[in-house]
Every structure is written in structure tokens, then in C-alpha cells.
């Protein structure tokens, strides 16, 4: 009976520490990131975001900037964005027309 309550409290213990990795995961979600458009600038905004650099398609790296409300004045075309928001990086496609 020992036996079986001591893998009980083991099982139980593990439970808890994989829901304490699963809670802080939730709590490091990216829902407050905004990507907006204002004519023909783009506006993206996070309070936890660290950088953000667009791209054109070809991989040409266009503008690069810090801090949590950026604009990136774009003509017409597509573009890559990316985000650093709470030590990931976001990914978004960009298409003015």
C-alpha cells in the first residue's frame, strides 16, 4: 500500500509541474500584438515587442526598428514582417494594393 500512494504522489507531482510549464507558456502568449494600417503606413504595436524589420519578398532587408509602436511608411507590393515580441519572433505577410 506504501508502494502504490508513493506513485500516486509521484504521478500527482509531475501532473502539477507539467501544468505550472503549460500555465507559464499561456502567460507568454503574443495576444496583445497588432499589426494596423494608416493610409499607406503600417503601424504595429505590443507592449512586450523588442524589435520589428520588414522585408521585401527577395529578402531585402527594407527598415529596422526598436521599441513598441513602430511605422513603416510602404508602397504598393508585398512584404515580410518581422516581429520580436516576448523572445519570439513573429512572422506576418504584408500586402498593400
Known sequence: MKMYWYKVSYLLTFCCLMAGFTFADAAK???NFNVRFRENTLVVTSTQME????YSMQG???QKE???FI???????????YAKVNGETITRRI???
Open 51 to 54: 524589435e520589428a524589420r520588414i
Open 60 to 62: 531585402k532587408l527594407l
Open 29 to 31: 502568449s503574443n495576444d
Open 95 to 97: 500586402e498593400l494594393r
Open 71 to 81: 511605422e513603416f511608411e510602404l508602397d504598393r507590393g508585398t512584404y515580410r514582417l
Open 66 to 68: 526598436r521599441g513598441n
